[in-house]
């Protein structure tokens, strides 16, 4: 209660400054100069390449060469992130490395505050009670626990006024740029909060203030006053600080078509009752040309994200699978149609759908 009414006070104060977008430049000149980013720390390469290289392996079903790839990925970084320990998890239970298993659940118990994802996969199906219980015991506090809480009111502040933009706009704006400000502080001072000092969240992908990068990407789309983010994140990227696939993801929405095709290659299954499995089981994937395709490719290659084909592969895996990895590079979305649609009406819907699309087929990966 006492965090809320501090952040109503603060929001109230800033909201009064009759902020408009000339005040953007503040955004700007919070911002430390960085140097050039040239993708060249050869460790998080290498860190990258190996969990890809260990979800590829999750995908044709090794899980014990997804462990080794997983246990040789963590001793190139100073914290991996909480989707990979999850993975390494389960492909070390799959694969009977228990040890290794037992190492992984700790790390993941140590550096969250919330288990409620993470305990109903691993407890009564692969482990009991008492053994997870055991790991309860032992946990240590491997984060920040302050900044952890100041991040989450962070995201409060965001969320405060949406999605009232047409009466409250300035001071979500106000609210916005306060926090782009700690943010760009934090990382001048710290490096790029992330899992390093706020550990993992629940749903062991990102951090809480993701939706004020998430937005202030979508502002520049439309206004190039707004900062930059490409240098942070390259930065952060090169670091170990930042997943690559989030780099992708936002710095397509900031919509700057000199700086590459920055594809996040969503994939779509489009699902009726009366259709057919063959149907709603499919794989719609963006219909690029082959330019688009290797440019987009490229731009990934040097994020040290995945290359399309690989997302492709990970995404069926997914859509077929019972086991919950998580792979941050799939972006799946389904649309459920509506029940109340014939079965002829179905096809057409789903024919037009799916026209600006092409299918996945594992044959005809590029």
């Not at 079903?61 to 080794?68: H, I, L, M, T």
């Not at 040309?289 to 492709?312: G, M, V």
Request: with cysteine.
């Amino acid at each position: 209660m006492r965090i809320t009414i501090i952040l109503i006070i603060m929001t109230i104060q800033i909201g009064c400054k009759n902020r408009n977008e000339t005040n953007i430049k503040s955004e700007n000149s919070a911002m430390t100069e960085f140097t050039k980013c040239n993708y060249n720390n050869e460790a998080i390469a290498n860190y990258h390449t190996l969990t890809n290289k260990a979800e590829m392996a999750i995908c044709a079903g090794d899980f014990e060469k997804a462990s080794k790839n997983y246990a040789l990925a963590f001793k190139e970084i100073k914290k991996p992130f909480g989707a990979d320990v999850y993975n390494a998890a389960l492909s070390n239970q799959l694969s009977n490395n228990l040890d290794e298993r037992n190492l992984n659940l700790q790390l993941l118990i140590n550096n969250s505050d919330d288990l409620s994802s993470i305990k109903p996969i691993f407890v009564n199906t692969y482990i009991d009670e008492n053994l997870w219980n055991s790991f309860i015991e032992k946990r240590t506090t491997d984060y920040d626990s302050s900044l952890r809480s100041e991040f989450k009111s962070i995201y409060e502040r965001d969320q405060m006024f949406r999605p009232m933009y047409d009466t409250h706009n300035d001071t979500i704006q106000a609210n916005r740029l306060l926090n782009m400000n700690r943010i760009l502080s934090l990382t001048d001072s710290l490096g790029f909060p992330s899992q390093i000092e706020l550990g993992f969240r629940r749903s062991l992908r990102g951090q809480n203030h993701d939706v004020v990068l998430v937005h202030t990407s979508q502002r520049r789309s439309s206004n190039k006053n707004i900062i930059d983010l490409e240098p942070i994140f390259c930065k952060a990227v090169n670091e170990g600080r930042f997943d690559p696939e989030q780099a992708i993801s936002y710095l397509n929405f900031q919509n700057d078509k000199d700086k590459g095709n920055f594809e996040v290659y969503s994939t779509w299954q489009y699902r009726h009752h009366l259709l057919p499995d063959s149907l709603n089981n499919q794989i719609w994937l963006p219909n690029l040309n082959q330019e688009k395709y290797e440019s987009a490719n490229e731009t990934r290659k040097k994020w040290n994200a995945d290359q399309l084909d690989e997302i492709a592969i990970k995404s069926d895996f997914i859509s077929r699978s019972y086991i919950p990895f998580i792979f941050t590079s799939v972006k799946v979305f389904v649309e459920n149609m509506s029940i109340n649609l014939t079965l002829e009406e179905a096809l057409k819907q789903y024919k037009m759908s799916t026209s600006d699309k092409r299918p996945f087929e594992k044959s005809k990966i590029r």
